[in-house]
């Protein structure tokens, strides 16, 4: 069955730096887009980031990390990772990674309903 386990969250200063991880099993990685989502307390998930299954065209960024996250991906590795930098107290928030229920989609999965499994999240607090 499709696995997706998130790792790299922790407790980081404002304007520091993490790298969050996503470890997919039980699908052909390769052939499905990937995103991050966020949930900070009290409000709704909302879209991150997301990256189209070849991980070679440009991905796609919420306005409110434009510039300061990364997102990637290595098939080989069955991985998606999300570099995040100038961390704000605003990024605090528990991210989850998810994958695209559709192979091969053009350009990326952008809305909760593209994406059909999903990982049980990773908490980054961002405090001093």
């Known amino acids: 069955q499709v696995q997706l386990e998130e790792s790299g969250g922790g407790l980081v200063q404002p304007g520091g730096s993490l790298r969050l991880s996503c470890a997919a099993s039980?699908?052909?990685?390769?052939?499905?887009?990937m995103g991050w989502f966020r949930q900070a307390p009290g409000k709704e998930r909302e879209f991150v980031a997301a990256i189209r299954w070849s991980g070679r065209s440009t991905p796609y960024y919420a306005d409110s990390v434009k510039g300061r996250f990364t997102i990637s991906r290595d098939n080989p590795k069955n991985t998606v990772y999300l570099q995040m930098n100038s961390l704000k107290p605003e990024d605090t928030a528990v991210y989850y990674c998810?994958?695209?229920?559709?192979?091969?989609?053009?350009?990326?999965?952008?809305?909760?309903?593209?994406?059909?499994?999903w990982g049980q999240g990773t908490q980054v607090t961002v405090s001093s």
């Open positions: 039980g699908f052909t990685f390769s052939a499905f887009g």
């Open positions: 998810a994958a695209d229920r559709q192979r091969y989609r053009s350009p990326w999965p952008l809305q909760e309903t593209d994406f059909g499994s």
